[in-house]
């Protein structure tokens, strides 16, 4: 069976293929060669006779295949119902392992989405879902009239703000899954241009804080929602009348598990203003730049630099550019007294946040330092503040850190938590079920296995992994849970729990590794390479490794 075009699964020791589907009519770039949609791929399939009938392995492989809709796969069937921008750069990195040829079409359609000034959507909606079954819709949104200015595309509905930038990344790693493949379908060709003008939005268009970092101008654009690191500026943000909208959500969640009336309110305040101003960018009322967005913005712009070295290019000028954006992440959002880094709100002008008055007295100084240009950091401890771990050039210290903060009571790594919290376990606003306020989440902790391993802390990672897996497992491929119990929270099946969890099983010690420099700890998994094979490949091809640090 070609695992190539087939996913396939055991059933009591035989192979059966669950259904597959091509490349979309609309997916960008040139018409495609003839015979390589369906491209075959020599090597063993993903499950063999030896495997155990209804294996983890099946059952997420499983759940990506309930979840597919023919040209992308939704986060889950009942409360996301469409495509959604991060999930499906998760998603692609999990169906890599199964086939590499859905991996690259989940990407081809969301960016064929893509904006004419380079954004990328956080969410692609499917024409043949009800205006009602998810708000906010397409009729909220209004991309082909209201985007118009910025170049939205006519012909497919989008929202209008963006998520996490880990496609470049995802391409890189769908396009190493199986290179013969993505070369007679030109998918990094395709690809590039559209990940270079993502790229070039972001550090240009969104840098609005000045000091070279990227921007969110609404909480769902860094994808933890309702994070106790957004009280502070939204604050600042009248809510929507609860009369105006009516929210999906509740239809599928329990009420105490999802985002308040009032966030909701503003959260709705804030793309409507955004809509209203024509999705331009610098006039808002909220602006943060946010650790873990940029973080993986500089991981994907290392990925960048590999896609272009992979096509005959130079990639010095992108590992460069992601060399001074990890610097800029240190001095803007770094904070050596707490550990970890922090949000900057570029529109507070002091300290937001601030719970502690001892430790607001310790830090002024160093606040007074950093706030110009642009804001303020706020002093709340959310995941997003580990996340820079997944950098290779991360200094030592900071790396050490980081594992310390991590490991320490706000977070509980290897401790009393099975996974690690979504925000500060001290915290006043901690709540272990209220989505973004205190759950743990899988691709969270799949970063921070990934950044561990990167920095050497291998028994860590493998308690990480570990509890990953059973978690996954025992939840039913969970949304988000109890940091403490595991307790399973939002939608069951979960598109990125599934294919995360497959990432974990076909990469059990951490041989993927985010991409970097020559000489540094790579993401990418070395192809073909003996222990002592010397000649001599860059990072971006062989997923060089410059010796564990940490």
């Excluded at 959507?121 to 079954?133: E, G, M, R, T, Y």
């Excluded at 790229?199 to 101008?217: E, F, K, M, N, P």
């Excluded at 609860?242 to 909701?264: C, I, K, Q, V």
Aim: proline share 8%.
């Amino acid at each position: 069976m070609d695992r190539t075009t087939q996913l396939t699964a055991l059933r009591t020791g035989t192979a059966t293929p669950l259904h597959t589907s091509g490349t979309p009519a609309h997916a960008s770039g040139p018409p495609l060669p003839p015979g390589t949609g369906g491209s075959s791929r020599s090597g063993p399939l993903v499950y063999d006779s030896a495997g155990p009938a209804g294996s983890l392995h099946l059952r997420a492989a499983r759940v990506l295949d309930d979840n597919w809709t023919g040209t992308s796969t939704v986060p889950s069937r009942g409360l996301y119902p469409h495509q959604w921008s991060w999930d499906s750069a998760f998603i692609a990195i999990g169906l890599r392992h199964l086939s590499p040829l859905r991996a690259q079409t989940e990407l081809e359609t969301l960016l064929g989405a893509q904006w004419a000034d380079g954004r990328v959507p956080h969410i692609v909606f499917n024409p043949s879902v009800p205006l009602d079954a998810y708000f906010p819709s397409p009729d909220f949104w209004r991309s082909s009239t209201a985007g118009r200015a910025a170049g939205a595309p006519r012909t497919v509905q989008t929202s209008g703000i963006v998520q996490p930038p880990v496609h470049a990344l995802a391409v890189w790693l769908v396009h190493r899954a199986d290179p013969g493949l993505s070369w007679a379908r030109a998918f990094l060709p395709r690809m590039y241009p559209r990940l270079a003008a993502w790229h070039r939005y972001l550090l240009h268009r969104r840098d609005l804080g000045g000091g070279g970092l990227a921007s969110v101008v609404h909480p769902w654009e860094q994808g933890m929602d309702n994070s106790p690191c957004w009280d502070a500026p939204l604050r600042r943000v009248a809510p929507a009348p609860a009369r105006s909208f009516r929210r999906a959500d509740l239809d599928h969640g329990a009420a105490e598990d999802r985002p308040t009336d009032l966030d909701y309110g503003r959260y709705v305040r804030l793309a409507a203003d955004y809509r209203d101003g024509g999705y331009a960018d610098g006039g808002g009322a909220f602006a943060v730049e946010d650790p873990a967005f940029n973080a993986l913005l500089i991981a994907s712009e290392h990925a960048l630099a590999c896609v272009a070295q992979e096509l005959g290019a130079a990639g010095t000028a992108r590992h460069a550019r992601a060399e001074r954006l990890t610097a800029a992440l240190v001095e803007r959002l770094w904070d050596p007294a707490a550990g970890m880094f922090f949000c900057r709100d570029v529109h507070d002008g002091g300290e937001s946040g601030a719970r502690d008055t001892e430790r607001r007295s310790r830090s002024r100084a160093r606040d007074t330092e950093r706030r110009s240009p642009g804001g303020a950091l706020i002093r709340e401890r959310g995941v997003a503040g580990l996340l820079p771990i997944v950098l290779p050039a991360l200094p030592r210290d900071i790396a050490a850190a980081l594992v310390r903060t991590a490991s320490g009571p706000h977070f509980g790594l290897g401790g009393d938590t099975r996974l690690v919290p979504s925000y500060d376990l001290t915290g006043d606003a901690f709540d272990p079920h209220r989505y973004w306020r205190g759950p743990a989440w899988f691709n969270t902790n799949w970063l921070l296995e990934r950044g561990l391993r990167l920095h050497g802390e291998h028994a860590r990672a493998d308690g990480l992994r570990a509890a990953l897996l059973d978690t996954a497992e025992e939840s039913g491929f969970a949304e988000y849970v109890d940091p403490y119990s595991g307790e399973a929270c939002g939608a069951l099946g979960f598109s990125w729990t599934a294919a995360l969890t497959l990432d974990l099983l076909h990469d059990p010690f951490g041989a993927d590794r985010f991409v970097s420099p020559a000489g540094r700890d790579a993401f990418d998994r070395t192809h073909g390479a003996t222990p002592h094979d010397t000649t001599a490949h860059s990072a971006c091809e062989t997923g060089a490794k410059g010796g564990d640090r940490g």
